[in-house]
């Protein structure tokens, strides 16, 4: 005997109900992030340093009828960093989904970084992201209530060819690991631990490496950068109650940049 009836999984992406929190949503992947978690339904805490920005996100999340409330935010900051979600229960309730993105690149050589460099980015790389995702996890497990955790790591975390960025390379590979082990702590609350490793894709952080480096996209087969929109099934795929099983996974988004 069969089952005609639709798997959860073909059904359309309905987040409605959901509360996600983006970190470094003023601008490239982070804005896209939150755009497209509002388009489905979820209501967006947009977390960032920039706050003009956020306010212009939410106007336009507002105006396409979704929610969005901005909030400050840098991730370095460790005390605000364990506040920011009391902001997002103010505003909608209890965030359900964290979409850790905040990140800076280095683009130094290991031997010419200073040591407040070295901590800078570890602390907006790493510590940031492990510290928020623990106190996002702490509420939902006293709240009783499963959530989605997406971590934003980077193909450099498996490729790095020694021209500068070893410190972003190993925060990446960390973040990754990070996504495995917390994945299997927290999998019998039912929270979920996942993590995107885009390629080159265009943003602001990515302007900046072109202008340092040229144009690399002659090096890539498809010779382009890839674009934020072709992010958006995977983030809202690893955020869908639908993909309950699927924890502790890094997908690789490179457009077949990345060596192998």
Same mark, same amino acid.
């Given at each position: 005997m069969t089952n005609d009836a639709p798997s959860p999984a073909a059904a359309p992406i309905d987040l409605s109900g959901q509360v996600a929190l983006v970190t470094g949503a003023s601008s490239g992947l982070g804005r896209?992030? $939150?755009?497209? #978690?509002? $388009?489905?339904?979820?209501?967006?805490?947009?977390?960032?340093?920039?706050?003009?920005r956020l306010e212009e996100l939410a106007k336009e999340i507002d105006a396409a009828g979704g929610r969005c409330h901005p909030v400050a935010l840098d991730v370095t900051d460790a005390d605000r960093l364990l506040t920011v979600l009391d902001d997002a229960e103010a505003a909608f309730g209890t965030a359900t989904i964290l979409v850790n993105n905040a990140g800076i690149p280095d683009a130094q050589r290991a031997t010419k970084m200073s040591v407040d460099f070295i901590d800078q980015v570890l602390d907006t790389n790493l510590r940031g992201p492990y510290v928020l995702a623990?106190?996002?996890? !702490?509420r939902l497990i006293a709240a009783k209530q499963p959530g989605r955790i997406v971590n934003i790591?980077?193909?450099?975390?498996?490729?790095y060819t020694g021209n500068g960025a070893a410190l972003y390379s190993i925060t990446k590979a960390a973040i990754n690991r990070m996504t495995e082990a917390l994945a299997v702590e927290w999998s019998q609350f039912h929270i979920n631990v996942n993590s995107i $490793?885009?390629? $080159?894709?265009?943003?602001?952080?990515?302007?900046?490496?072109?202008?340092?480096?040229?144009? %690399?996209?002659? +090096?890539?087969? !498809? !010779?382009? #950068?890839?674009?934020?929109?072709?992010?958006?099934?995977?983030? #809202? +795929?690893?955020?869908?109650?639908?993909?309950?099983?699927?924890t502790g996974t890094v %997908?690789? %988004?490179?457009?077949?940049?990345?060596a192998r």
């Amino acid at each position: 005997m069969t089952n005609d009836a639709p798997s959860p999984a073909a059904a359309p992406i309905d987040l409605s109900g959901q509360v996600a929190l983006v970190t470094g949503a003023s601008s490239g992947l982070g804005r896209r992030f $939150a755009t497209t #978690l509002a $388009a489905h339904g979820a209501a967006v805490v947009a977390a960032a340093r920039r706050v003009e920005r956020l306010e212009e996100l939410a106007k336009e999340i507002d105006a396409a009828g979704g929610r969005c409330h901005p909030v400050a935010l840098d991730v370095t900051d460790a005390d605000r960093l364990l506040t920011v979600l009391d902001d997002a229960e103010a505003a909608f309730g209890t965030a359900t989904i964290l979409v850790n993105n905040a990140g800076i690149p280095d683009a130094q050589r290991a031997t010419k970084m200073s040591v407040d460099f070295i901590d800078q980015v570890l602390d907006t790389n790493l510590r940031g992201p492990y510290v928020l995702a623990c106190d996002f996890a !702490r509420r939902l497990i006293a709240a009783k209530q499963p959530g989605r955790i997406v971590n934003i790591s980077s193909m450099g975390a498996f490729n790095y060819t020694g021209n500068g960025a070893a410190l972003y390379s190993i925060t990446k590979a960390a973040i990754n690991r990070m996504t495995e082990a917390l994945a299997v702590e927290w999998s019998q609350f039912h929270i979920n631990v996942n993590s995107i $490793a885009p390629g $080159a894709f265009a943003s602001e952080m990515m302007d900046g490496m072109l202008g340092r480096m040229g144009d %690399i996209t002659q +090096y890539f087969p !498809r !010779r382009r #950068l890839g674009q934020p929109e072709q992010m958006d099934s995977t983030l #809202l +795929y690893l955020c869908d109650p639908a993909s309950e099983c699927v924890t502790g996974t890094v %997908i690789k %988004i490179d457009d077949g940049q990345g060596a192998r």
